[in-house]
């Protein structure tokens, strides 16, 4: 693999650790990352009172001291085409992350005062929501991300619930994300699904489908209710960002060559740091194997 040329996706736990391993072994390696900050998700989105950034930098550090080139504010796609990259290099690790919230397709969903998670705890750790005192805030599903919009509009001064379809049983976040929710003060309204979001331009309450869980599955039992709301937030998951294919002639993911290997969030079932982690040393391997190594 000596002198081998990687090019790596994304500047996340992934993109890093895997540029860090690809670097000792010889390679010459190059970071496409398209934010002006390097760590990805660390950096961007693990909310502030809870994630110190203060590791990223020294990491950073390191790696241009191995000899890693880091290209900030290179977004992969229309620009900078993929295809490019493929060209040019021995092999790609591809590490874009999941920069997409999964989207809410009901009524009212493009009012002001209606965000995604994506946005809404961007704004909070960049310190541009000045207070949210006296306001409530509804954050709707109940994953960690969930939770840490919840945990932070609370930190802005509003009276803030999480709505969820099911039962506080079946809420998918960790059990210490739901705990640091409960010792914030967050409030927790389950079995609503939301039908609506109402207002003169902006948002002013949310209709809700009332729901019961039968054999798994989510019913509606034909009652609503209708919540007061000066902001809600969707934090209902995270997808795959196909921007990062425009100007390529890859259709999907799946249809990327073979000297392109996956890594991080984008591949992985648990989106944790550890396991992405662990998913760019296997990708290291894989390059490793392809280039005879
Ligand atoms: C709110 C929140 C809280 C979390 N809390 C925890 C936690 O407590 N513990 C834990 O283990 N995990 C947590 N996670 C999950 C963790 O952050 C991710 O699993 C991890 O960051 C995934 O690493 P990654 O390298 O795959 O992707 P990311 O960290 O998403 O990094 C991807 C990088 O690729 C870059 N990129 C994307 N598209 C392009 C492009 N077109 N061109 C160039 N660069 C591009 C992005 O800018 C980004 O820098 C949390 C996630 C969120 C959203």
């Not at 990491?59 to 001291?65: D, G, S, V």
């Not at 890693?68 to 590490?95: C, H, R, S, Y």
């Not at 921007?243 to 984008?266: R, T, W, Y």
Request: aromatic fraction near 6%; charged fraction near 30%; include cysteine.
């Amino acid at each position: 693999m000596e002198g081998k040329r990687i090019a790596v996706i994304g500047s996340g736990p992934a993109g890093m650790h895997s540029a860090l391993l690809l670097v000792r072994k010889g390679c010459k390696v190059e970071i496409f990352e398209k934010e002006a900050l390097p760590g990805g998700m660390l950096q961007y989105y693990l909310p502030k009172f809870r994630f110190s950034r203060d590791g990223i930098a020294p990491k950073i550090e390191k790696l241009k001291q191995l000899g890693v080139e880091i290209k900030m504010e290179t977004e992969i796609g229309e620009e900078n085409p993929l295809q490019e990259i493929v060209e040019g290099f021995d092999a790609v690790v591809f590490a874009p992350g999941e920069w997409n919230a999964r989207k809410l397709g009901i009524e009212g969903v493009e009012l002001e005062n209606v965000q995604y998670w994506l946005e809404f705890l961007r704004e909070y750790n960049e310190g541009k929501i000045e207070s949210l005192e006296g306001k409530e805030v509804v954050v709707i599903g109940a994953g960690d991300t969930a939770m840490d919009c919840a945990r932070s509009a609370i930190r802005l001064g509003a009276k803030t619930k999480i709505a969820y379809r099911r039962g506080k049983e079946d809420m998918p976040a960790m059990e210490q994300e739901v705990k640091g929710a409960v010792e914030d003060g967050v409030e927790f309204a389950m079995h609503l699904s939301p039908q609506k979001f109402v207002g003169q331009g902006k948002l002013e309450k949310i209709v809700f489908d009332k729901t019961s869980v039968k054999d798994g599955k989510v019913e509606k039992t034909g009652e609503t209710l209708e919540v007061k709301a000066d902001l809600a937030v969707i934090a209902i998951g995270q997808q795959p960002n196909p921007n990062i294919l425009e100007g390529s002639p890859f259709k999907s993911f799946e249809e990327l060559p073979e000297k392109v290997v996956l890594a991080g969030d984008l591949v992985n079932e648990q989106k944790l740091i550890a396991i992405a982690i662990q998913s760019a040393a296997e990708a290291v391997e894989k390059i490793g194997k392809m280039l005879g190594d």
